[in-house]
């Protein structure tokens, strides 16, 4: 069928019907379900559309077309319960009558007692969806609807029954008494009845059940507002959060304008995950935006879509914090020896964040970047700017400190393990781990300079930012479980 034809039929276009012949347009059909035009204006209820086309020629092909279902243009006035339509085509039907060959029926008594592939009659239809006015007004119009029964046996009477629809039973009952006769129609009519009275318990719940598939309803609508908002928050903050990365830019030199930390692994890792949540978000969004025009149905459909969404965005926000405040808060931790020389850990192999770019050699140590790796002796001034996590100031890093303190102050600075080396015994453990290089390979988690650092000082490894940061639940499961995977 033309779009515009099914679109003026449901809308109820009268000029669209001028513009067109209808002698030929109006045998179009959908192509699934085969309705005709009258089928579609008579669904919408477009009373003004169907007497019009039922003015031409074409109309008495029309009221006995059936679409795939077997159902008249009548069977769907009835199941729909529009009188005024009804009766418009049955009076139609009348003026139509004398004109026997041109059309194929011979009575209106033929055109209501049409069937459907159920072998259910308008009158049929009509009373299975309470529709009494429409049921009157059929059974008014041929009283011989009353005796024909469908496939399964069932009269109008035993529908109604059947139905609950008491008004309609009390009618037929009243009005019609002989639709009781034959032993048939008595059997069906008190098997109808008995399977009514033992559902009557659950047809009292049928308000209660109604009210709260309504809040269901709105419940559900309520989340995927929530969903909408969620989103709206994380694609806001994270999009900032672009801009505004730790540690902000350089204001000099010839990389003005770049990331302070842009070559540090956790900065990396913030902007890979500060990305995911923006783009997260983002699709939620427009997931949202997209179904808007569709019914709740169908946006109901992607409600757990957008829940996985905004979970990996959520998730991916939070690893982006983790990550800044990482690369805010991190220190690189080393061994002062003397003579203006710091031994330190550093990665073992250059990891994937990070340019293989190989820097001069000091002048003063003669340490060289990204050629010298593990256990480094190296100047002051090269510890301060070409460790994992440069930093612009030196401090010293406390041991023997209360919980209390320690979780005052940030991470990486002090410990609350006790110093059980003398100086002069933990720069001979440093200088021998230098000259050995022995000190397995390097692990941000597990094996890092602050590892090192406590392990020259108590013959301990352990790294107080690694506790803090394992000690987020989410985080400390994630990393366990990335662990386990590996490892299997």
Sequence with gaps: MDPELYEAAASGDLNFLKRIDLNLDVFQVTKHQQNSVLHIAVNFKQLGFCRE????????????????????????????????????LVDCTKELREDVESWGVNSVRELLRMVNLEKDTALNVAVRNGHF?????????????????????????CLAIE?????????????????????????????????????????????PTATHEASDEA??????????????????????????????????????????????????????????AFIFSIATVYIQFATSKFSYCLRSRYASL??????????????????????????SIGIYVGEDRVIHFIPTEINGFSKPEQKQPCENCKYQHNVHRGVVKTCLNCFLSDSVFSSNSLCLYEYEESSFVKMLKISGTCSTSKCLRPPEEVVQVANNLYEKKDFDSYGLIGNNCE????????????????????????????????????SS
Excluded: W
């Excluded at 429409?134 to 069932?154: R, S, T």
């Excluded at 037929?172 to 008595?186: C, Q, R, T, W, Y």
């Design 53 to 88: 086309i039922l003015t031409s020629s074409s109309s008495s092909v029309l009221l006995i077309k059936s679409n795939s279902k077997g159902e008249s243009a009548l069977h769907v006035a009835a199941k729909i319960g529009c009188l005024e339509i009804a009766k418009l």
């Design 451 to 486: 590892h090192f650092a406590t392990y020259c000082k108590t013959g301990t490894r352990c790294s107080a930012q690694v506790d803090g940061f394992m000690s987020v639940p989410i985080i400390g499961s994630l990393v366990n479980k990335m662990k386990n995977k590996l």
């Design 133 to 157: 006015a429409v049921a009157k007004y059929l059974i008014e119009a041929d009283q011989g609807l009353l005796d024909l029964v469908n496939d399964a046996n069932a009269s109008p009477l």
């Design 306 to 331: 957008a829940e996985v969404m905004i979970f990996i965005a959520v998730l991916g926000m939070l690893l982006a914090f983790a990550s800044g405040m990482y690369v805010e808060l991190a220190n």
């Design 163 to 207: 139905g609950g629809f008491s008004t309609i039973a009390s009618f037929i009952l009243e009005m019609f008494p002989k639709s009781l006769d034959g032993e048939i129609n008595i059997k069906t009519a008190l098997h109808s009845a008995v399977i009514h009275s033992q559902h009557g318990k659950e047809e009292e719940t049928d308000i």
């Design 219 to 276: 419940e559900k609508s309520s989340r995927l507002e929530i969903h909408l908002l969620i989103a709206m928050l994380i694609a806001t903050v994270t999009f900032q959060a672009a801009f505004t990365v730790p540690g902000g830019y350089k204001q000099d030199g010839p990389a003005e304008g770049t990331a302070q930390f842009v070559q540090k692994a956790a900065f990396r890792a913030f902007v890979i995950f500060n990305t995911i």
